[in-house]
């Protein structure tokens, strides 16, 4: 800062005085120099003041800033917490209704912290990797929680009868009896099952199914299955095909490669892959020529059926179940299940193994989410020779006297009989052991492998969990909502049984985790190959039988045939006489009528 100097000049005035008066410049007036160097003075003071007061007011605003960002995070994180409360209550609410007695503290303690974290439906896109972020990719992740339970008190479908709770806890197994849960649900066994597992898997909640809607969806879908009275393709196959899609879901890990939606899907298209189902085979509509033959150009016919009247019946406010989701989502279900249902038609069964084996031989291979869900559902489909051998063997019944009724309606037709619709010229036990062999054998083999290649990148996540499903117990009282648990209690009976399931030595229904510490290649369960064996022994052994039968009874026919000509020999030689006998009273007759016709005109002459 500059000084100024008694008699108004500074010390830089004095020096540029001096140097100019050196230079020999004319000395300016006293009183302008100094009228100069004040107007300087003045400026360079309020310059001075200015700096200092923006110092300060950086100063000040930089304090500012730090205590916003402070108070926001604060505000943040109280926002958050406060969210979190709410949403904890809310939750408290909904799992409040479980049974005390039906879900463990600890299972109880995990749906708090774990299944309230994150509400929302985690959407991804079907190529990225799953995210453990909500409570269907943990459960994906190899913990299993039997129920989720939805307030829904406004709805009949939570009131499940004593019985169909009991048979419920073994809808987790390879081999389930759907026969025995009919007499418990009356009959109504779509109700019960598909409520259920939708239910479980959370797709009630994350996509906003209304109970009533829900109720009256399944109600139809129950109605056109049992409008044509069909002994197989009817309500039990829904369900069966159902359960044993939902075993491969949980059981095997496949949940942990799909979302939500997908999952939804897959459940949907199993329950309705054979909705209003005739009883009759594609090639009967065909060779008929059905109006749905003519509607779908003799092309996969049923299939094409199953899939459009499902999506007419959707359309229907009132039985519309995917109301809520949003056009891309849809979109996305409609495809999948028609790509899932049409993928069930038979004569597409050969080029869909051979595609797939092919694919499986490649290096770096991608496989699509639709052909590898189209293939799982396929093999549900014709899965009931892979069950234990007491529902194989009623369900092999079933669909051969849904085949002869078809034969029977061919018969009256004039049309030629189908392969086994003839009632009276069908080997049974070839039959089976030829569809085992050459049919539904190689199809769980190729899904096994498929399987195991799509879950093997994602099985480590899985390291260190129980088990990829935790056996679970339903509990409840008469008429009211069923609570069930992943219970440990019980778990040695369970145990048990799943490793005699189909009979055999080897385990069957053996509940392990996904990976395995003795094993460096990852491997899924396989139930199936056990009661494969079995059922396919039981059917040699009742081939045998049947060939003795049917040599026995054409021996018989044979020793009948030579008696019934052998009687006809012995026969022959007293028809001979008696006609030779009869030939000679016939003669003598005649004589004698011609004597006495003769004899006539004499008398009358005499």
Not at 55 to 82: D, G, M, N, W
Not at 303 to 320: G, K, M, P, V
Not at 395 to 411: A, N, S, V
Not at 426 to 447: K, R
Request: hydrophobic share 40%; charged share 25%; aromatic share 8%.
């Amino acid at each position: 800062m500059l000084t100024a100097i008694p008699g108004g000049t500074s010390e830089v005035d004095s020096e540029v005085v001096s140097g100019s008066g050196s230079a020999g410049v004319t000395e300016e007036p006293s009183g302008s120099r100094f009228s100069r160097l004040t107007v300087i003075t003045i400026v360079v003071v309020v310059a001075t003041r200015a700096m200092s007061r923006l110092r300060r007011e950086s100063s000040r605003q930089s304090v500012i800033t730090v205590e916003l960002i402070q108070f926001i995070i604060q505000y943040r994180a109280k926002e958050t917490q406060e969210k979190k409360k709410r949403r904890l209550a809310d939750e408290d609410d909904e799992l409040s209704e479980v049974q005390p007695d039906a879900v463990p503290p600890e299972v109880r303690e995990w749906l708090a912290s774990t299944f309230t974290r994150q509400m929302a439906t985690s959407r991804r896109k079907s190529d990225e990797k799953p995210k453990f972020r909500s409570v269907a990719h943990a459960i994906r992740a190899g913990i299993f929680v039997d129920r989720m339970y939805r307030r829904v008190s406004s709805s009949a479908l939570t009131a499940f009868p004593p019985d169909v709770v009991r048979l419920l806890k073994n809808l987790d197994d390879w081999t389930f009896d759907v026969f025995a849960l009919t007499e418990a649900a009356s009959g109504q066994v779509v109700k019960y099952v598909a409520y259920e597992l939708f239910n479980r898997y959370g797709s009630i909640h994350k996509f906003k199914i209304a109970p009533g809607t829900l109720e009256a969806f399944l109600y139809r879908v129950e109605e056109g299955y049992c409008r044509y009275r069909n002994p197989y393709h009817n309500n039990l196959h829904a369900v069966d095909v159902m359960q044993t899609i939902h075993y491969c879901l949980c059981n095997t890990g496949l949940m942990n490669w799909l979302t939500d939606l997908e999952i939804f899907a897959s459940l949907l298209a199993a329950l309705i892959h054979d909705y209003e189902h005739t009883g009759t085979t594609n090639n009967f509509h065909v060779m008929s020529g059905s109006e749905t033959a003519l509607l779908y150009n003799d092309r996969a016919v049923l299939e094409n059926h199953h899939a459009s009247a499902t999506f007419r019946l959707l359309r229907e406010d009132e039985y519309n179940i995917l109301s809520h989701l949003s056009r891309e989502e849809f979109r996305e279900m409609r495809g999948l299940i028609i790509e899932m249902v049409l993928g069930t038609d038979m004569t597409n069964h050969f080029q869909q193994m051979k595609a797939m084996r092919q694919l499986l031989t490649m290096q770096e291979v991608s496989i699509d989410k639709q052909k590898a869900l189209s293939l799982v559902l396929h093999c549900c489909d014709i899965s009931h020779p892979a069950k234990q051998w007491g529902v194989h063997h009623r369900w092999t019944m079933l669909l051969l006297e849904e085949f002869f009724r078809q034969g029977d309606l061919e018969k009256e037709l004039g049309l030629p009989f189908s392969p086994l619709c003839d009632r009276n010229n069908t080997l049974v036990a070839e039959s089976q052991i030829c569809f085992i062999d050459f049919i539904v054998e190689p199809s769980m083999g190729v899904l096994s492998d498929m399987l195991e290649y799509i879950l093997a990148p994602i099985a480590p996540i899985s390291k260190g969990k129980p088990g990829t499903v935790v056996e679970h117990e339903v509990v409840g009282p008469p008429g009211a909502s069923f609570a069930s648990s992943s219970a440990s209690k019980g778990s040695d009976r369970r145990d048990d049984k799943a490793a005699t399931e189909c009979s055999t030595t080897g385990p069957c229904m053996a509940r392990k985790s996904l990976t395995s510490s003795t094993a460096s290649k990852f491997s899924i369960p396989k139930p199936w190959l056990a009661c494969l064996t079995e059922n396919k022994k039981i059917w040699k052994e009742q081939s045998v039988k049947d060939a003795e039968a049917r040599a026995l009874a054409t021996a018989a026919e044979e020793a009948a045939a030579a008696a019934a000509a052998a009687e006809a020999e012995e026969s022959k030689p007293a028809a001979t006489e008696t006609e030779t006998a009869a030939d000679g009273n016939g003669d003598g007759g005649q004589g004698e009528e011609a004597a006495g016709a003769a004899g006539e005109p004499a008398d009358g002459a005499t």
